[in-house]
């Protein structure tokens, strides 16, 4: 990739975190004026950036938003939370085309049509767009189903239609339009503008709308527009109209691309199955409604309700409800976009380059000036040494140049430790935008407020941090935190709060994530507790060893998310994720007043390189720097002497050590070909390792080995991966003697 | 001839599919009765500023219309010429 390429990408991701941020700032106080300048500039930069690399799709994209936040920074109006959402969106865009081109090394070609639809969004909020809320009034509906009951019963969609004014001089006629309209079940006019006397009334000036009930889909409808008179669909709002209500909810990314697989499965065109297929959709659409709090209780009387329905009926209702709920154009919530997903997925992206200060760059200019001296003064040293200088004389002007470079060398690897370091605030401010979406998913409000933020600590452990702070801060929005008027009732605001704080600590880091819900119910935890057997009916358990068990990881199932009124879910994979970088975890509660997650992590870590090696079925680690090289081996070249076995490697020749027989069970190799081979050094004598397989290279925090494991001959340690494993590093030279 | 005034006061009768161009004529003639009252049992379609000239001068009407469109959906609009 190109140098420009590369440093516009550092750029704009470090603008589109900006922008992220300033626009979360906006949506919580509209007046913020700094925060609206900063957003624009950091849109108007981005755009200026896709304009230098010549990426001009983004520069189209991007500049529709700006003219929105030009046009909110003139003080025309506020920015309303859809348009908020939509800027966000747009960032969610410019964050996919970012990764894109990292991958490729070069702009999308195909970045047209995002760039249509961004344009498209920030058109109507533009000073001259259309203004949707004076087309219909919001009562429309309302009125529409009270005039007409009966129909309405039927009704699968409602539609407004409010013809502009000079449509007839194009020749259109809106009522044979309605009047054509497939399934029409009732129809109502009303005036746009009070009438004016007749002597006054211009005839071709259209002064009415038509709102109307039909049985058809939206789908149906729109095609019938489309073949009468293609230009009034910009005029008509479908509303789909079920026996299932769902005003107001919105739908996080997950859900709505659940929501969208269902869609997909009903509009297949292929009549046979269909009953199974309508019949699975509606399951699965209302398992995803019922997830949702006020709708937990009627998604399956709405289930119910559907299925009594004649299949044809259903489907119509399904399809006319998923494309209410996925496209109505009401929600401020953007399309799906994998990214908002897990801000672990953010983490390789934002933190791929590295930010350092000046003053630490500098350290390590003035100590490898230091160093080049040093070295000078070795050079000076061999020149006396020629000479013919005594060998106490040589020895002593040896050992104080020695004595020198060790406090270079440490102090080098003292400031090469502190580049490492990062604030804690990398990690913390990803959450911002992850609360905002996960309470507008579970329709909850709730706050973010952090504290510590430059709270410093080794940046493997502020990356670290990520995935398990997301758990913690799910779990806290899906299970702690109740609805407003359940928090309402017990005398708490109706916006929750989350709190992450941080703050060093001696050699550690302690990051505490509280919410103020409901907290831990310890009754149902030793309850669900004692049903999964961990606990006898007798075994008296303390509040500690109560929240312990939410650590099991028997405890957290999928079972128990929704039976435990607190927490539980995932949290044996946040114990496993803080203890991969060398932390603990502790839960404290108080029910009613909510619960804190404390992490207590190391500030520094140091990092063993590994290569991972299977051999009987297990992991193993082999610390890299007694690595020489890997190698196949033919069955035939390996010799046996005695008891051993012996290969030659390079000319020498070389012990050949089975690790499966050596670790776990002999002989439970099955005779090969090819022998894959670890060749190792241990002080000057070479070894070979037989493997079954070798795997990766990495950089693992190795801990001592304690409990059952603690006698085991040949582990120098162990250290827990990514997915929750074990792995044993491997002792060579205990397995070598 | 889709609009016929057959006498002054009589009531003014729709016949056939009313167009734009009827609007015009509709209105002239609205504007110089106090209390229109239109029939529309030959009616088999309006155009909408057809309809929009009805709506506005409160017209009352005289049905059944010949099309069950405008039967069902427009004349419950109006004033039967009833009352």
């Given at each position: 990739?190109?140098?420009?390429?590369?440093?516009?990408?550092?750029?704009?991701?470090?603008?589109?975190?900006?922008?992220?941020?300033?626009?979360?700032?906006?949506?919580?106080?509209?007046?913020?004026?700094?925060?609206?300048?900063?957003?624009?500039?950091?849109?108007?930069?981005?755009?200026?950036?896709?304009?230098?690399?010549?990426?001009?799709?983004?520069?189209?994209?991007?500049?529709?938003?700006?003219?929105?936040?030009?046009?909110?920074?003139?003080?025309?109006?506020?920015?309303?939370?859809?348009?908020?959402?939509?800027?966000?969106?747009?960032?969610?865009?410019?964050?996919?085309?970012?990764?894109?081109?990292?991958?490729?090394?070069?702009?999308?070609?195909?970045?047209?049509?995002?760039?249509?639809?961004?344009?498209?969004?920030?058109?109507?909020?533009?000073?001259?767009?259309?203004?949707?809320?004076?087309?219909?009034?919001?009562?429309?509906?309302?009125?529409?189903?009270?005039?007409?009951?009966?129909?309405?019963?039927?009704?699968?969609?409602?539609?407004?239609?409010?013809?502009?004014?000079?449509?007839?001089?194009?020749?259109?006629?809106?009522?044979?339009?309605?009047?054509?309209?497939?399934?029409?079940?009732?129809?109502?006019?009303?005036?746009?503008?009070?009438?004016?006397?007749?002597?006054?009334?211009?005839?071709?000036?259209?002064?009415?709308?038509?709102?109307?009930?039909?049985?058809?889909?939206?789908?149906?409808?729109?095609?019938?527009?489309?073949?009468?008179?293609?230009?009034?669909?910009?005029?008509?709002?479908?509303?789909?109209?079920?026996?299932?209500?769902?005003?107001?909810?919105?739908?996080?990314?997950?859900?709505?691309?659940?929501?969208?697989?269902?869609?997909?499965?009903?509009?297949?065109?292929?009549?046979?199955?269909?009953?199974?297929?309508?019949?699975?959709?509606?399951?699965?659409?209302?398992?995803?409604?019922?997830?949702?709090?006020?709708?937990?209780?009627?998604?399956?009387?709405?289930?119910?309700?559907?299925?009594?329905?004649?299949?044809?009926?259903?489907?119509?209702?399904?399809?006319?409800?998923?494309?209410?709920?996925?496209?109505?154009?009401?929600?401020?919530?953007?399309?799906?976009?994998?990214?908002?997903?897990?801000?672990?997925?953010?983490?390789?992206?934002?933190?791929?380059?590295?930010?350092?200060?000046?003053?630490?760059?500098?350290a390590?200019?003035n100590l490898a000036g230091e160093l080049s001296i040093a070295k000078?003064a070795l050079?000076?040293?061999?020149?006396?040494?020629?000479?013919?200088?005594?060998?106490?004389?040589?020895?002593?002007?040896?050992e104080e140049q020695q004595a020198r470079l060790e406090r270079l060398v440490d102090q080098l690897q003292r400031s090469?430790?502190?580049?490492?370091?990062?604030?804690?605030?990398?990690?913390?401010?990803?959450?911002?935008?992850?609360?905002?979406?996960?309470?507008?998913?579970?329709?909850?409000?709730?706050?973010?407020?952090?504290?510590?933020?430059?709270?410093?600590?080794?940046?493997?452990?502020?990356?670290?941090?990520?995935?398990?702070?997301?758990?913690?801060?799910?779990?806290?929005?899906?299970?702690?935190?109740?609805?407003?008027?359940?928090?309402?009732?017990?005398?708490?605001?109706?916006?929750?709060?989350?709190?992450?704080?941080?703050?060093?600590?001696?050699?550690?880091?302690?990051?505490?994530?509280?919410?103020?819900?409901?907290?831990?119910?310890?009754?149902?935890?030793?309850?669900?507790?004692?049903?999964?057997?961990?606990?006898?009916?007798?075994?008296?358990?303390?509040?500690?060893?109560?929240?312990?068990?939410?650590?099991?990881?028997?405890?957290?199932?999928?079972?128990?998310?929704?039976?435990?009124?607190?927490?539980?879910?995932?949290?044996?994979?946040?114990?496993?994720?803080?203890?991969?970088?060398?932390?603990?975890?502790?839960?404290?509660?108080?029910?009613?007043?909510?619960?804190?997650?404390?992490?207590?992590?190391?500030?520094?870590?140091?990092?063993?390189?590994?290569?991972?090696?299977?051999?009987?079925?297990?992991?193993?680690?082999?610390?890299?720097?007694?690595?020489?090289?890997?190698?196949?081996?033919?069955?035939?070249?390996?010799?046996?002497?005695?008891?051993?076995?012996?290969?030659?490697?390079?000319?020498?020749?070389?012990?050949?050590?089975?690790?499966?027989?050596?670790?776990?069970?002999?002989?439970?190799?099955?005779?090969?070909?090819?022998?894959?081979?670890?060749?190792?050094?241990?002080?000057?004598?070479?070894?070979?390792?037989?493997?079954?397989?070798?795997?990766?290279?990495?950089?693992?925090?190795?801990?001592?080995?304690?409990?059952?494991?603690?006698?085991?001959?040949?582990?120098?340690?162990?250290?827990?991966?990514?997915?929750?494993?074990?792995?044993?590093?491997?002792?060579?030279?205990?397995?070598?003697? | 001839?889709?609009?016929?005034?057959?006498?002054?006061?009589?009531?003014?009768?729709?016949?056939?599919?009313?167009?734009?161009?009827?609007?015009?004529?509709?209105?002239?003639?609205?504007?110089?009765?106090?209390?229109?009252?239109?029939?529309?049992?030959?009616?088999?379609?309006?155009?909408?500023?057809?309809?929009?000239?009805?709506?506005?001068?409160?017209?009352?009407?005289?049905?059944?219309?010949?099309?069950?469109?405008?039967?069902?959906?427009?004349?419950?609009?109006?004033?039967?010429?009833?009352?």
């Open positions: 990739m190109n140098e420009l390429l590369e440093q516009f990408l550092i750029e704009s991701r470090e603008l589109v975190q900006q922008a992220t941020l300033d626009l979360l700032a906006i949506e919580n106080d509209a007046r913020d004026r700094a925060k609206l300048d900063s957003a624009f500039r950091s849109f108007h930069t981005l755009k200026g950036g896709a304009g230098i690399v010549e990426f001009p799709d983004m520069v189209t994209g991007l500049h529709a938003a700006e003219e929105l936040l030009a046009s909110a920074r003139a003080g025309s109006r506020a920015m309303n939370v859809a348009e908020i959402g939509n800027c966000l969106w747009a960032l969610d865009q410019v964050t996919g085309w970012l990764d894109e081109m990292e991958k490729t090394g070069t702009v999308p070609i195909d970045a047209g049509r995002v760039a249509e639809e961004m344009v498209r969004r920030f058109q109507p909020a533009l000073p001259g767009g259309s203004d949707s809320a004076a087309l219909s009034p919001p009562d429309w509906l309302a009125g529409l189903l009270a005039a007409y009951p009966d129909d309405a019963r039927q009704a699968v969609v409602a539609l407004m239609f409010q013809p502009d004014a000079q449509c007839f001089f194009r020749g259109e006629d809106p009522l044979a339009l309605v009047s054509g309209m497939p399934g029409l079940l009732a129809m109502r006019v009303d005036e746009v503008n009070p009438w004016p006397e007749l002597d006054d009334l211009d005839p071709f000036e259209c002064n009415l709308r038509f709102a109307a009930l039909s049985s058809a889909t939206r789908e149906t409808l729109l095609h019938h527009v489309d073949l009468t008179n293609p230009s009034a669909a910009k005029q008509i709002e479908i509303r789909a109209l079920s026996p299932i209500r769902l005003e107001g909810l919105k739908f996080g990314p997950t859900a709505r691309l659940i929501l969208e697989a269902q869609r997909q499965l009903l509009s297949h065109e292929e009549t046979t199955g269909m009953a199974g297929r309508v019949g699975a959709a509606r399951r699965v659409v209302m398992n995803v409604v019922g997830r949702y709090g006020e709708y937990s209780d009627v998604a399956q009387r709405y289930e119910r309700l559907l299925a009594a329905e004649p299949g044809d009926r259903q489907r119509a209702i399904l399809q006319a409800l998923l494309t209410e709920v996925l496209e109505d154009g009401q929600d401020p919530e953007p399309p799906v976009d994998k990214t908002a997903l897990s801000p672990g997925d953010h983490s390789a992206a934002t933190v791929r380059s590295l930010r350092v200060s000046v003053e630490r760059i500098d390590l200019v000078n050079a000076h040293a061999a020149a006396l040494a020629r000479g013919g200088t005594t060998a106490t004389s040589l020895a002593v002007l040896l090469v430790m502190n580049i490492r370091v990062l604030p804690i605030r990398q990690v913390f401010q990803r959450f911002q935008r992850m609360v905002r979406d996960l309470a507008t998913e579970t329709g909850k409000s709730v706050a973010l407020v952090t504290e510590g933020d430059e709270t410093e600590a080794d940046k493997s452990i502020v990356e670290g941090l990520a995935e398990p702070i997301m758990h913690v801060v799910r779990n806290a929005i899906d299970h702690g935190i109740e609805r407003a008027d359940e928090r309402s009732q017990s005398g708490k605001p109706a916006q929750a709060t989350i709190s992450m704080r941080a703050a060093k600590a001696g050699d550690t880091v302690v990051i505490e994530i509280s919410d103020d819900g409901r907290g831990v119910d310890l009754l149902r935890v030793r309850e669900v507790a004692f049903q999964r057997g961990l606990i006898s009916a007798t075994t008296t358990v303390s509040e500690d060893e109560t929240l312990e068990l939410l650590f099991k990881p028997s405890f957290s199932t999928a079972s128990t998310v929704n039976v435990v009124s607190g927490r539980g879910v995932g949290m044996d994979a946040v114990r496993s994720a803080v203890e991969a970088l060398g932390g603990s975890v502790k839960i404290e509660t108080e029910s009613g007043k909510g619960t804190t997650v404390r992490f207590t992590l190391p500030y520094s870590v140091l990092m063993t390189p590994l290569v991972t090696v299977e051999a009987a079925g297990q992991i193993f680690g082999i610390p890299l720097e007694k690595v020489v090289e890997t190698r196949r081996v033919s069955a035939g070249d390996i010799s046996a002497v005695g008891e051993a076995r012996i290969f030659v490697h390079r000319g020498r020749t070389v012990p050949l050590i089975d690790l499966g027989s050596t670790i776990g069970e002999p002989g439970c190799r099955l005779p090969m070909d090819e022998a894959q081979v670890v060749v190792v050094v241990m002080e000057n004598e070479m070894c070979g390792i037989e493997v079954d397989r070798v795997g990766e290279k990495m950089d693992i925090l190795m801990r001592p080995v304690e409990g059952v494991l603690a006698g085991l001959e040949g582990i120098a340690g162990v250290t827990i991966l990514g997915d929750g494993r074990v792995m044993l590093v491997l002792d060579l030279e205990a397995i070598l003697r | 001839m889709t609009v016929i005034a057959d006498s002054k006061n009589g009531p003014i009768r729709l016949e056939g599919d009313c167009t734009l161009d009827d609007s015009e004529i509709l209105l002239g003639l609205f504007t110089s009765v106090a209390d229109p009252v239109v029939d529309l049992r030959n009616c088999k379609s309006v155009h909408t500023a057809v309809l929009q000239i009805l709506i506005a001068a409160h017209a009352r009407v005289i049905g059944p219309a010949a099309s069950p469109f405008l039967q069902k959906h427009l004349v419950p609009v109006f004033r039967p010429s009833g009352d």
